[in-house]
Structure formats: structure tokens, C-alpha cells
């Protein structure tokens, strides 16, 4: 190539170059709902939050019961919902994750068979003490649509009451399911609040697999029930630990809780002995976490339970993590975590974080308060990156 054709490339190159370096932020393409938040005041150019930004707010207190034999989730819940908006709301849009299971529901990949139901079953529903006809509910893709007598107010709070049935997958699902026949991570497992906020307003395009999720904050006081003999780790801090384990066990629980070791909670020889919980057909599982939008649980008679904790500034935070036999790593994660935690509550930006769980399951997630993942080739990497999105998140790890 000659030295003049050279030059001819290289300035048009260079003048527009110039030309995209002397715009300004407000002159490049925006899209309309952005402009509409900019308008109304509730976004700032700078990526501040505007004089009028809100969040919604829902609060959720659910009761709950597992059957393992059938993998049938029976619940109730009163959700306390507060509309922080300027905007009367005269629907509300739930979405009812396990409908991405079925019949005829669109999934960004196939599923097992024996995966596919008939949906979840809304059993009852109140809006602020009004009952609800089931027959006015609509239903696309995973998402309910509700429309309430009157209308929610600006600033008002609301409080719905819901009864729900499902069947929760047989098999690995989508990073939830059933693991190894009495090995269960539920997670997706409520009817949920859609988020409204001052971008989209009803963010309600139904799940279909391949997505991460949007969540109002919130507090979550949950109750679940199982079988005597299955062990619960979970979102939030467990209240009745008394009620449940043995005293050997709850010496060992305690211990955890201010020893920078890892204590083996559970192991093979307390499996076989099956003397870990008190007797009893059933226990309840009593938890409370704050400030979160999202509560999930593992549920197993078969898996190990490691524990430690690491002294933040006045407290101590406590890590749990619940694996397999198979699992020829997992016995490492509990410390990995412990030193992930500490360096990301020490040296990261952001809230500290109140506690851990981990579960090792097929797939990877952060989900909140019960990280999970199956690569044992990459243990520190994910663990550190688990926690380190959590943190991001804004999202506590509480422990059990």
C-alpha cells in the first residue's frame, strides 16, 4: 500500500475518532424509559439515584411443608407489600417460578420428563382481607396477574395473603431439584412479588430458565416443615436450633460459632448412628433474615455438615457447608469460605456480611445466604467468586 492511500484510511479514522470523543453523555441514543426516568426525575445523568427514586418494598412470611417421598412444597405466606411509587397500582404481577415446568410452558432447554407437572395450584388468595376469585386470576408464561378491589395508593401498604400447591422437580433442574433421591435444594419455591420500579414498572417478562433474577428487598420469616431425620440449610438464621438437634449436636453447633476450626457437625459415622435430631415425625424450622429478595433451602438426610466462623470487627460470622460423600473436595470449602469471607468483610466496599452456607449441588449459583456449585477443579476460584458477587449484591450470608 502506497504512503497517500495510508494517509486517506488513517484521517477519516482519526476525524472520527475526535468527533465520538467531543460528544457528550445527554447527546448519545437513550432509550425512551430511560428518558422517562430522567424526566420524572427519578435517575440522574450521573448515574446518581434522582430527587424522586424509589423502591418498593415486600416483606414475606411464609409457612411451608416438604414431602420428601412425593416432592410436593405446600405453603402459605402473608406478604406485606409497600408501594413507594407515585403511581396507583391496580394490579399486582407474582411470579410462580416452578410453572416453568409446566405443560406447554416455553424453556430456553429441554427438561427431563418426569420434571413436567401441571403447574402450581393457587389454592386461596386475600388482598387486605378481600377474598380473591381464583377464576379472575391470569396466567402468562411463570407470571400471575392479580387485579386488586380499588386500587394501591401511593405510599400504602398492602397485605396478601396466599395458599399455594406444587411439585417441586424429580430431577437436577435448572440449578434446583432433587439430587441423589433424599438430597433437595428448593429453591424458586414462592409466589413472588414482581418488581415494579421507576425504569420498566411491572418488570414481569416470565422466566424461562436462561436468567438471572430481579428482586425487591425484604425480610423473610419462614417456617418449613419435614420429616424427622432431614437436616435444613438455609437463607437466614435458624431460631429453634433447640428444638431440633440433640445435645451433642448443639455442642458442636456452638462450638463452631466461636472457633476459627473446622468442626464436623456431621459426619458418616453420625449418619449411620441417625441420632442427630430430636424424635419426632416432623420438625419446624423456624428462620428470619433482613433485607434480602430472596430465601432458599437445602433439605437432606444423607449430606455432612462442616462449620467455622471468622471474627468480624465485634462479631463473629459463621460458616456452614453441607456436601455428599462423593464430594471428594467439598470437605476443603468450609475453611476456603471462611478466608474468602474474612478478606472480602475486610477489604471489600460494601456491607459485612452476618454468616454462610453452602451446599454442593450440580450446577453453580449465588444464591443468597446458600452459595452453591459442582466444580471441584476450580474450588477457590468459585468459592471466592461466590462471595465476592454476594457482596456486590448487597446480600448478607447469614447462617443457619
Known sequence: MNKSILTWIILPVLFVAGEIKAQKTTDLYMPLEIKRAYANETRNVNGTPG???????????????FFPETKILTGTETITYKNSSKDSLARLRFNLYQNLYKKGAARDADTKPENIHDGVEI???????????LKFLQFYSTIMVVTVPGKLAP???????????QKMPETLARRQGTYDK?????AYWYPKICVFDDIDGWNSVGHQGNAEFYGDFGNFDVQI??????TIWSSGALLNAEEIFTDKYLGRIKKASVSDS??????????????????????????????????????????????????????????NSAYSITSKTFSKVAEVSRRSVESFTKNAPGIPLSGQTGQRIR??????????????GRLQQSRGNDHGNLTRNRSCLLPI
Open 225 to 230: 416443615t419435614v420429616p424427622g431425620g432431614y
Open 155 to 165: 405510599g400504602s401498604e398492602t397485605i396478601i395473603e396466599i395458599g399455594w400447591k
Open 363 to 376: 450446577g453453580r449459583t449465588e444464591r443468597h445466604g446458600v452459595p452453591w456449585n459442582h466444580q471441584p
Open 51 to 65: 430527587k424522586n427514586y424509589f423502591q418498593n418494598r415486600t416483606d414475606y412470611s411464609i409457612r411451608a411443608e
Open 182 to 186: 433424599t438430597n433437595f435444594f428448593i
Open 123 to 133: 389454592l386461596n388468595m386475600k388482598v387486605n382481607g378481600s377474598p380473591i376469585d
Open 262 to 319: 473446622v468442626i464436623h457437625i456431621i459426619n458418616e459415622k453420625d449418619r449411620i448412628e441417625n441420632q442427630i435430631t430430636k424424635p419426632g415425625a416432623k420438625h419446624i424450622w423456624k428462620y428470619k433474615t433482613e433485607n434480602q429478595t430472596d430465601f432458599a433451602f437445602g433439605v437432606s438426610n444423607q449430606y455432612f455438615w462442616d462449620a467455622t466462623s471468622v471474627q468480624v470487627g465485634n462479631s463473629r460470622i459463621p460458616i
